[in-house]
């Protein structure tokens, strides 16, 4: 079992930044890729950002390009969503996901969730 918490979210203006927090607890964290999901409200859940249990490997969503970075810290079992120049469209609740295939990261298959955090941006 691989427990998830999120951190970090909360209200921001158009234009400014958040970083979001995922610790992970159990079994051990460098074997999991990890990925950050959002839904919006009234859509489905898409994927953020993936990243490699090495880190070595990253995946972005187009949108999300140039604005987002995710990173890992093994040592302390947490991976990290830094977001700038955040837009109201950016607003929804954020998930932290681990699976020890990459596949099923990319498709939004993973084992393990967390419970999310919300992250709304105004405008």
């Known amino acids: 079992q691989v427990q998830l918490v999120e951190s970090g979210g909360g209200l921001v203006q158009a234009g400014g930044s958040l970083r979001l927090s995922c610790e992970a607890s159990?079994?051990?964290?460098?074997?999991?890729?990890m990925g950050w999901f959002r839904q919006a409200p009234g859509k489905e859940r898409e994927l953020v950002a993936r990243l490699s249990w090495s880190g070595g490997n990253i995946y972005y969503a187009d949108s999300m390009k140039g604005r987002f970075t995710m990173s890992r810290d093994n040592a302390k079992s947490t991976v990290y969503l830094q977001m700038n120049s955040l837009k109201p469209e950016d607003t929804g609740v954020y998930y932290c996901?681990?699976?020890?295939?990459?596949?099923?990261?990319?498709?939004?298959?993973?084992?393990?969730w967390g419970e999310g955090t919300q992250v709304t941006v105004s405008s």
């Open positions: 996901a681990a699976d020890q295939a990459p596949i099923r990261v990319l498709m939004g298959l993973c084992d393990y």
């Open positions: 159990g079994r051990t964290f460098l074997t999991y890729h």
